[in-house]
Structures are given as structure tokens and as C-alpha cells.
């Protein structure tokens, strides 16, 4: 047990070793201009080594997706057992936490893939994948047999109010991740509420469309 233990431990550390390895590369030089040779002189392990943990080197950009995901899965679990107009904000402040923690990383990631199409393409697929996941276990949270409107409504808002922050808080805007959230979902609300069931703004002193999403303050 001990043995299996010990080699499981290895691989995660060659993994990442890879990984960074890769990346340094990647942000110093260029994605094209890195070759997977490169990764392995950098890395000191063999092509097969690498290519025994990452396909491409596109994978190694976009390694954080499983992690990413299974926070964001975390996040609606712990959200499973509130009302329902609260969750889609506690799961969105609980990953910004988890975000947050990723700072370094996340910025590392951007400089690599800004400008570069098809990685840009990538990362916009990666965030897709996020917003369906948000959605469907939203949906089925509130039994729905199908992914319903209103989820689909609140993944896409969901992912939508997650780059806002972002934006926000790394122009300086907002000290923290979570703060810049938290400021999203209360402007989204303030926009909803001056909105009619139709679209139209709200005659002044009529209620707007609906009360989702709640304000965070």
C-alpha cells in the first residue's frame, strides 16, 4: 500500500513538474515556438513521459479544466439545500473563492493564451463547458427532468457575472474576487429590477419583472 502510495505521489509530482515546466516555456517564448522536446530538456524527463500525462501541448494550457470543474461541483453541492433564488449566488461567491486561491496561475494561463486564437477558441469552449455544467445541475437541484429556461438563463448569467469580477477585481476595481461577486450580482439585480416582464424599463415607482437574483448585501 505504502509502495502505491509512494509512486502515485511521483506521478503527480512529474506531472506537474511537466506542466510547469511547460508553461514557463509557453509565456516566455510563445506557444508555436515551444516544441515538446523543449517541455522534456526543461522538465528532464523523456517525450514518452510527457506524452504518458498530456496529449498535446495544448492539454497542458488547459490542465486546470478537471480541478475547475469538480470546484465548481463543489460549490453547487454545498448550495444544493438552500432556497432556490439563493443559489446561483452562493455557488458563484464559493468559486470566486476557489478562483481566487488561483490568482498566480490564472494569470500565468492569460498571458499564453491572449492573442493566440485557437488557445483563445479553447479557453472560451472551456468556460461553455462551465456555464452547461452550472446549468444542468441547477436544473436538476430543482427536479427538473430537463435542463430548464431558467437554468440556462442562470448558467450563462452565471458565467457572464464571474468574467465581469474578474475584470474587476484584476483592473484593481475590487481588492478581492469574491467582493467583485458579490458587486456583479448586486448590479445584475438593480438591472433586473428596473426591467419589466416584457424588457421594457419599469414605469418609476412599479416593481420590476421578478425578485431573482436576491441582493447579496
Known sequence: MADGTSGAHSRQERRARIEQAALDLF????????????????????????????????????????????????????????????????????FAVFLEAQQDQLALRDEIVLGHPRLMQRTMTVQRELEAVLATRLGGLRESAMTDSR???????????????????????EDSLVEATRRALDELHALVAGLDTNGRPAAPGRPGGGSWPPPTR
Not at 74 to 87: K, S, V
Not at 162 to 173: I, P, T
Open 27 to 94: 509565456r516566455s517564448r510563445g506557444f508555436d515556438r515551444v516544441t515538446v522536446e523543449d517541455v522534456c530538456a526543461q522538465a528532464g524527463v523523456a517525450p514518452a513521459t510527457f506524452y504518458r500525462h498530456f496529449g498535446t501541448k495544448e492539454e497542458v494550457v488547459f490542465a486546470y479544466t478537471e480541478g475547475f470543474t469538480a470546484a465548481l461541483d463543489e460549490a453547487l453541492d454545498a448550495a444544493a439545500a438552500l432556497p432556490d433564488a439563493a443559489r446561483l449566488p452562493s455557488v458563484l461567491t464559493r
Open 151 to 173: 437554468a440556462l438563463l442562470e448558467g450563462g448569467i452565471g458565467i457572464l457575472v464571474l468574467r465581469v469580477a474578474v475584470r474587476a477585481w484584476r483592473s484593481g476595481a
